[in-house]
């Protein structure tokens, strides 16, 4: 073995295979199930090297996420169970008793805790020491009240919390949560090292947090790029938002080390990740999309509305208003659809073909049904966008050119024909309050919008 592969953990077998051997340390092995990691990393030196950062990063990662919760984080899943406990009871969590009778009955069972510890020769009690950590803090709730348990949110109690308290409704979207959620708690964990107490999270974590996931590959490639600034960005934020949620929930007085981290940018700006489409392609499309009713209605409306794939796919018919002053759609968050924003929930006029389209489908689904039922389930979504891109293809290959680039084209359109800010935001569904003049004045009403949409001449086959 070269002087450049002396790894800690690589050992050579007598057939000349290169193995991974680590020890699991002995508090562990029975929750791993096993007393040492072994892997065949592979037959020669570099296939040895490619295979040991992936295997390693995933050993350390189970080491870190299967150490023993902390006390702290034990004492406080123990004071908040027997809160619960104690005002189901009937007891007063916030004292020793409200009344001389519950006073005595609590003290009683206390002292019966604690006669079964071995007395202090010197003191006549247990030695505090002695006492398991549930106990300890049974004897003080029924002494002094659950809140003079010294018990702090740790790390992992935090994550935990964040996610049981903000549970999305949809499944799928519940199963993309959690696996973001947990990424970043695993992340944070490998750069602690272990659980903390949340007083214990220090600005330097965040930091070593920051240029950890600055340093990863959009994939597993050796020649991959590092991830986007932006996409670090979302991942810190989850970080921020979990501890911003801990500190309010919890009452701490701590600052969230996450709070105005630098981050810096990318070297791209956000105007030139997506392009809008340009006239012949669309047009293109439009045709192509023929043989698909399905496909070319929600392209029709996507095109005609500047609405985003899941606005339009889970579009209900009780959220057409076709006989309205001005025929609109309406976005709000019903049953498992969600918005990403407040000013995502808004109303949006119907004009041209996208009326056309609406009216027909209002006429043909069921009063309470999905216009695309297909499409309409959340799973379903990535179905549908895969297919509509794998058409868009054929017509151009720019990875700049998606679905998305709809949007983009709408709000050139709304640009060039004078339609205002104002008017560009409420149509898009984007936040508004920039500054303090936004929040004063009216909304902009449906019929501003609708004006602004029947001046774009928009790009569709000739009759």
């Not at 809160?83 to 005595?104: N, Q």
Request: some cysteine.
């Amino acid at each position: 073995m070269t002087r450049r592969f002396m790894t800690k953990y690589i050992r050579i077998d007598s057939r000349g295979n290169y193995k991974y051997r680590r020890r699991v340390p002995t508090k562990l092995q029975p929750t791993l199930g096993k007393k040492e990691f072994v892997k065949l990393l592979g037959k020669s030196e570099s296939e040895a090297m490619l295979a040991y950062g992936p295997f390693h990063e995933h050993v350390e990662k189970l080491l870190v996420l299967t150490q023993p919760v902390s006390e702290q984080g034990d004492l406080l899943a123990i004071k908040m169970a027997l809160e619960a406990e104690f005002i189901e009871a009937g007891l007063d969590p916030s004292s020793s008793g409200r009344s001389e009778g519950e006073l005595i009955a609590r003290d009683a069972v206390a002292e019966k805790i604690l006669q079964s510890y071995p007395c202090d020769p010197e003191t006549g009690y247990p030695d505090r020491e002695r006492l398991s950590l549930e106990d300890h803090a049974r004897v003080t709730a029924l002494l002094s009240g659950v809140h003079e348990i010294s018990a702090e949110p740790t790390v992992q109690n935090a994550f935990a919390f964040y996610l049981a308290e903000k549970e999305e409704p949809d499944p799928k979207k519940r199963k993309s949560q959690i696996s973001r959620v947990r990424r970043i708690e695993r992340e944070l964990l490998s750069v602690i090292g272990q659980d903390i107490p949340l007083s214990q999270l220090r600005r330097e974590h965040a930091r070593q947090l920051r240029d950890r996931l600055k340093g990863q590959k959009r994939s597993k490639s050796p020649d991959a790029k590092p991830i986007k600034v932006s996409a670090v960005k979302r991942n810190l934020g989850i970080a921020k938002a979990v501890v911003n949620f801990a500190i309010r929930e919890y009452d701490l007085d701590i600052n969230n080390p996450f709070e105005r981290l630098d981050i810096g940018r990318d070297s791209e700006s956000a105007i030139d990740l997506k392009l809008p489409l340009p006239r012949d392609v669309i047009i293109a499309m439009y045709k192509d999309l023929q043989n698909n009713p399905v496909f070319l209605d929600v392209w029709t409306l996507l095109h005609h509305t500047g609405a985003q794939n899941a606005e339009i796919l889970g579009l209900n018919r009780r959220n057409l208003f076709l006989d309205a002053e001005v025929p609109h759609f309406e976005i709000k968050p019903e049953g498992l659809r969600t918005v990403k924003a407040r000013s995502r929930i808004r109303k949006v006029p119907l004009v041209g073909l996208a009326l056309d389209v609406s009216k027909r489908l209002h006429s043909t689904t069921p009063a309470d049904g999905y216009l695309f039922p297909q499409y309409a389930p959340t799973h379903k979504h990535d179905s549908f966008s895969a297919s509509v891109m794998k058409r868009l293809r054929k017509f151009t290959d720019n990875p700049k050119h998606t679905i998305y680039s709809l949007r983009h084209k709408m709000k050139d359109a709304l640009r060039e024909n004078g339609a205002g800010q104002r008017v560009e935001l409420a149509l898009l569904g984007h936040a508004s309050e920039r500054s303090a003049s936004d929040q004063y004045g009216s909304k902009v009403s449906l019929l501003e919008m609708k004006n602004a949409l029947e001046k774009i001449q928009f790009d569709v086959p000739e009759d």
